[in-house]
């Protein structure tokens, strides 16, 4: 069973910038790289919502509230996918998972992204 490792989570002042990765560790390269994978948010008394996704081609995704803010790209070979965040607000706080678009896989833990308001 795959493990979906998240990082690169911070706290970080509204305007600046973080890169958060996914590892998908136990996944064989075959296995993962035809996957759309997703990033999702969470935030305390809120369900679990939809970020960004990318295709197994590249294609991109994105949420309303982060489009030309963020940008998510994956490296097959290494079975990782990135969120390079920018221009951060303080709505973007939360928890950020990764997973397939069809949450398939089971959650990792996460990683903390704060910008303080």
């Known amino acids: 069973q795959a493990q979906l490792v998240e990082s690169g989570g911070g706290l970080v002042q509204a305007g600046g910038s973080l890169r958060l990765s996914c590892w998908a560790s136990r996944m064989i390269f075959s296995t993962f790289s035809p996957l759309p994978m997703s990033w999702y948010r969470q935030v305390p008394g809120k369900e679990r919502e939809l970020v960004a996704t990318?295709?197994?081609?590249?294609?991109?995704n994105y949420t309303d509230s982060v489009k030309g803010r963020f940008t998510i790209s994956r490296n097959n070979s290494q079975k990782k996918v990135y969120l390079q965040m920018s221009s951060l607000k303080p709505e973007d706080t939360g928890v950020y998972y990764c997973?397939?678009?069809?949450?398939?896989?089971?959650w990792g833990q996460g990683t903390q992204v704060t910008v303080p308001s």
């Open positions: 990318i295709g197994s081609r590249g294609v991109t």
């Open positions: 997973n397939t678009l069809t949450k398939s896989l089971s």
